[in-house]
């Protein structure tokens, strides 16, 4: 670091809000220094893509793009001043005038016909640090100085009392009424792959999108958006992490989520495919209740990626995994605990060249993560029939329960389809009585031997959801 940058740092020192960073987990402040680092690659793509994406992060982006204009690469020290203007901060105002000396200039490279050689899209020196960091200072600060001296007093001057802009925030559109019926759920997200950008042949399109980047990115959104209606989120990463896919089952089983759902995009050899998939787990017996998760989430995606053609005609869009791996299906949802429904959506395909271009404009990203919510919010809304254990002393009693008697505007009798009613106990089907007026089901105490058990009742509401296959455990 050059003598003046760590001298007018100290000076911005008390202005400096270290509770951005800190407040981010190790994985996301990896995964912006990575974003920071393909600001300087040599790929135009993939730099510009970076420069895009990191306004997302906010003022927890400014020390990593600060480090950014010490970068050895000149690419990265343009574009973290263009990145800087974009995120208002105290913080970078001492190295962006430090800039202003560096004449370097942006050399965004294009590959020749040939694909033989890399050569720069504009002749030199188009945008040079010095003039993005001029702008920077401007659009930061509303002020204007011609020259360095000018803005190293004026910030010896006035510095500390300094207030930045907000900064500008892209907002969502209004959430629809019925995503209050998320509040209180606990998802388990899982943006598929990551940490494989340093292998041959990572899934990647043609200009080097990587799937694992696209998820993570796709699944952020729809955290946030989650978040706002009240529900809680587990990521099972938050970066360019490789997560073992038994790990992935873990991190939603510690947690004890509701449901799962992986966040992937797909590939194909032909060309032109772009609809969506959302699998379940082998058969449609194996848990009715990621199928129902399954059908409202790629009803709605369906909406946003799927043209009306013969494939879309032709596919449901709902697949079982056992037809990519028969009898295993995909570990993701194999090793999901018992107790938490699963799905996994492929949003698109990545393959289609003009869908990968596409998929690289973060408002499109925004759509995919707004389907899938919607998705998500289409799930809930039809409510999750439940039963409660009364008593456990003589008969077993339960309470049936609809998932829509809060919604207002229901009344009794209880609607859930009593012949598709199952009580299983120590997970075998025992008789029961179901009484449709007062929502009770009574299972012979003589069933129910001394000592510890766990019931699951199989409900399924009118609207067709199907109960979390949670197990009620007592003992007698
Ligand atoms: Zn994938």
């Known amino acids: ?276 998939t959302t699998w379940y787990h082998l058969t449609p017996d194996h848990q009715p209740a990621s199928l129902d998760l399954a059908r409202a989430v790629q009803e709605e995606v369906a909406k946003v990626t799927v043209e009306d053609s013969e494939e879309s005609a032709r596919a449901a869009g709902l697949r079982s995994d056992g037809l990519m791996y028969e009898k295993a299906g995909f570990g993701v949802l194999r090793d999901l605990p018992p107790e938490i429904p699963g799905a996994l959506c492929e949003v698109t395909y990545y393959s289609s060249f003009s869908m990968e271009r596409k998929l690289r404009d973060l408002e499109f990203n925004r759509t995919e993560a707004w389907a899938l919510f919607l998705g998500l919010v289409r799930y809930m809304a039809a409510g999750i029939p439940r039963a409660e254990l009364v008593s456990s002393k003589d008969d077993l009693v339960l309470q049936v329960k609809d998932g829509l008697e809060e919604h207002g505007e229901w009344s009794k009798p209880w609607k859930v389809f009593s012949e598709h009613t199952l009580v299983k106990l120590d997970g075998k089907v025992v008789s029961h009585d179901y009484d449709p007026t007062t929502g009770k089901i009574r299972v012979a105490g003589s069933q129910v031997a001394s000592g510890e058990h766990q019931l699951e009742v199989v409900l399924v509401n009118l609207n067709g959801n199907h109960s979390w296959p949670k197990r009620i455990r007592f003992s007698r």
Request: charged content about 25%; glycine content about 8%; aromatic content about 6%.
């Open 1 to 276: 670091m050059r003598p003046t940058i760590a001298l007018l740092l100290l000076l911005a020192a008390p202005l400096a809000r270290a509770d951005d960073t800190a407040a981010i987990s190790t994985a996301v402040q990896g995964d912006i220094a990575r974003h920071v680092h393909d600001l300087g690659s040599r790929n135009g793509w993939v730099s510009l893509d970076a420069l895009d994406y990191l306004s997302y992060f906010g003022r927890a982006a400014v020390p990593a793009l600060v480090d950014g204009l010490a970068s050895p690469s000149s690419n990265a020290r343009v574009l973290a001043c263009v990145a800087l203007a974009r995120i208002p901060d105290a913080r970078s105002i001492p190295a962006l005038v430090s800039a202003l000396d560096d004449k370097a200039g942006l050399e965004l490279n294009v590959l020749s016909d040939d694909g033989e050689t890399l050569h720069p899209v504009y002749d030199p020196p188009e945008h040079s640090v010095k003039q993005q960091a001029q702008i920077a200072l401007q659009t930061i600060t509303g002020k204007r100085y011609p020259k360095k001296e000018d803005w190293e007093a004026w910030w010896a001057k006035e510095g500390t009392g300094f207030l930045v802009p907000a900064p500008r925030v892209r907002e969502w559109p209004k959430l629809p009424s019925q995503a209050r019926w998320l509040k209180g759920v606990k998802i388990c997200l899982d943006p598929g792959h990551g940490g494989d950008r340093g292998k041959q042949g990572f899934k990647r399109g043609l200009t080097y999108l990587s799937e694992a980047d696209l998820n993570l990115r796709v699944a952020r959104y729809l955290r946030d958006l989650l978040v706002k209606a009240g529900a809680t989120i587990v990521m099972t990463r938050e970066g360019d992490q490789d997560v073992d896919l038994k790990e992935r089952c873990r991190i939603a089983g510690r947690n004890e989520v509701d449901f799962f759902l992986s966040v992937h995009h797909n590939w194909s050899p032909v060309f032109d495919r772009v609809e969506t």
